[in-house]
Structure formats: structure tokens, C-alpha cells
């Protein structure tokens, strides 16, 4: 660990320890929730600004989250861990997800892609393709993940298209339909987060219902 980093986790200790902040001290895991979900939208206001110095000042916030969280878990009688439990964790994860550049393995950039999906799928024992989707996103990150994962899983249920855009398919014409599509909801008041969530939750059990049919058709036909 660089001196930066080991200093960071010393002054982190610090503030948690006796004689430290008071107001640090007593936060918890659930406490930071916010100001985590705070400061990495603001790393992302400042890359859509491409604000260099925001940029590196919004990812030290961030970093500070992360060192936040591990300085309070190192403290839990429950399953402790430290910012080299977590550096560790990530560094053998990514290797063993990339077996192409940590081994002699050749393989195209299709099969790094669906490598990377069934390596999360044996590793974490998912047998869903909704399994370790957060559905405390935003709506329409849930519903894209949702859609994705889906596709991914080899899935075929198709999603109802009640607007047709006309002409071709681009990022402009897709951001005016769906901008839209919020003015009319907004206009008969009805929340379009929520209205997404709920059309997402609808196709995540039109997904359990896919899956319940595919293992019992597999269960008769062995």
C-alpha cells in the first residue's frame, strides 16, 4: 500500500478512535448510505463536466466512503474486515475473471463478455438472472439491468413496445421519446419512477415465471 493510502487509513482510524470526531465515531454502514450514493453522483457531474480537478477531488471523497465503511468493519465482532480484505478480494476476483490476460488462454472479445456473466453466475451461485440485481437503483438503470440480464441468460420474453419511433434508431430520438413519455406521465400525474419500477417488477416475474417453466420442462423431458 502507498504511503497516501496507508496515511488515509491512519487518519481514518483516528477520527473513529477515542479522542477522535465525535460525529465520525458514530456512524454506521447505513448512516453513509447517502453520502456514498451523494458523492459518486457528483463524480459523475464532474466527468460529464470533464472537470479534471472535480474529478480527482470527487474520487477522493469517494475513496473516503470506501476507507469509511472498512474502518467500521474492522471494528464488528461479526465478520470483521479491513481495506486489505476488500484490496485483496477485488485484486483475486479480477484475475480470475480474466483469465485471457492471466493466463495463456485465447479467446475473442464475445467470449470475454459471456465469460464475465457466467463466471458472476458460479462464483456468486446465482441460479435467476435477477439474482444480485439491486432493485434500490433508479428505475431505469433497474429496468436496463433487468432487460440485460435477461438477454444474457439466453431468455426469450420480449418487452411490449407501445412507442414507435419513427426513422432511425439514435441516442437524441430515444432521449426526446422517453423525455416525453415523462412530460405525459407528469402531466396525468403519475410518477414515472415509480410507474418504471412497477412495469420493471412485472417483467421480473414474467422472468421467475420463464424460469419455473424451463426447469420443470427440463425436469419431464429427463
Known sequence: MSSELIRLKEVMDRLRSPGGCPWDAEQTHESLLKYLLEESYEYVDA????????????LGDVLLQVYFHCAIAQESEVEPFTIEDVAQSIADKLIHRHPHVFTDSDVTYDDILENWEKQKREEK?????TDGVPMAQPAMALAAKVIYRAEKYGYTIPVEHPVNLAGEMTEATVGAAL???????QQSGIDPENALRAATKMYISRIHEYEIESSENQGSKS
Not at 423525455?179 to 406521465?185: K, N
Request: a negative charge; glycine letters at 8%; hydrophobic letters at 40%.
Open 47 to 58: 466527468v460529464d463536466q470533464n472537470d479534471r480537478t472535480a474529478m480527482r477531488e470527487e
Open 125 to 129: 451461485g446465482r441460479t435467476s438472472a
Open 179 to 185: 423525455l416525453g413519455i415523462i412530460d405525459l406521465a
